[in-house]
T-cell receptor, first 114, second 113 residues
Framework: AQSVTQLDSHVSVSEGTPVLLRCNYS??????LFWYVQHPNKGLQLLLK??????LVKGINGFEAEFKKSETSFHLTKPSAHMSDAAEYFC????????????FGGGTRVLVKP | DAGVIQSPRHEVTEMGQEVTLRCKPI?????LFWYRQTMMRGLELLIY????????DSGMPEDRFSAKMPNASFSTLKIQPSEPRDSAVYFC???????????FGQGTRLTVV
């Protein structure tokens, strides 16, 4: 079985300061991991993905995430928050052998203060 | 590619009526997923198809819900009869066998009154 835990349901940052969204996963095999972003009243957009290549993954809009197997973590970071980063972020684990069934974390809502 | 296309974008219906949500996956994709999103329960996987065959429908809440994928380019999710607690945003997503990520449509916001 696979599961994902996002450790913060809400994160508030000031514009221009770093963003850290925490994610821990549980999987009995080598997982594929993703971060998706959902802006208000929009669909989900893929930010970045890890699929057993480089452990530091760069995504769109300046985001990156580091896969740490020893800590079963896949935290998402950005050096400098922008107002447009205000959204909900989902950490996701999947299993290719099962038709790529995605398992979502509970989401982290990011508020960016001016 | 236009991405995953869902219709309608918004649906308001009365309790007891039949509701049909539609999805056109990205051409060439062979996996299709239906998700439901609510404030209380977050994102829930309802059902997913691989090569048009339902693989796992354990997330379908009850017999009022049914999903079909008659061909590789079209899927429907039907609720009959609808109830107010079915109000949610329903997302369709598709993926291919070479990669593990899924691409989401814009969703259908369903309101049952």
């Amino acid at each position: 079985a696979q599961s994902v835990t996002q450790l913060d349901s809400h994160v508030s940052v000031s514009e221009g300061t770093p963003v850290l969204l925490r994610c821990n996963y549980s999987s009995s095999y080598s997982p594929s991991l993703f971060w998706y972003v959902q802006h208000p009243n929009k669909g989900l957009q893929l930010l970045l993905k890890y699929t057993s290549a480089a452990t530091l993954v760069k995504g769109i809009n300046g985001f990156e995430a580091e896969f740490k197997k020893s800590e079963t973590s896949f935290h998402l970071t950005k050096p400098s928050a922008h107002m447009s980063d205000a959204a909900e972020y989902f950490c996701v684990v999947t299993k290719k052998a099962a038709g790529n069934k995605l398992t979502f974390g509970g989401g982290t809502r990011v508020l960016v203060k001016p | 590619d236009a991405g995953v296309i869902q219709s309608p974008r918004h649906e308001v219906t009365e309790m007891g009526q039949e509701v049909t949500l539609r999805c056109k996956p990205i051409s060439g994709h062979n996996s299709l997923f239906w998700y439901r999103q609510t404030m209380m329960r977050g994102l829930e996987l309802l059902i997913y198809f691989n090569n048009n065959v339902p693989i796992d429908d354990s997330g379908m809440p009850e017999d009022r819900f049914s999903a079909k994928m008659p061909n590789a380019s079209f899927s429907t999710l039907k609720i009959q009869p609808s109830e107010p607690r079915d109000s949610a945003v329903y997302f369709c997503a598709s993926g291919d066998s070479m990669n593990t990520e899924a691409f989401f449509g814009q969703g259908t916001r369903l309101t049952v009154v």
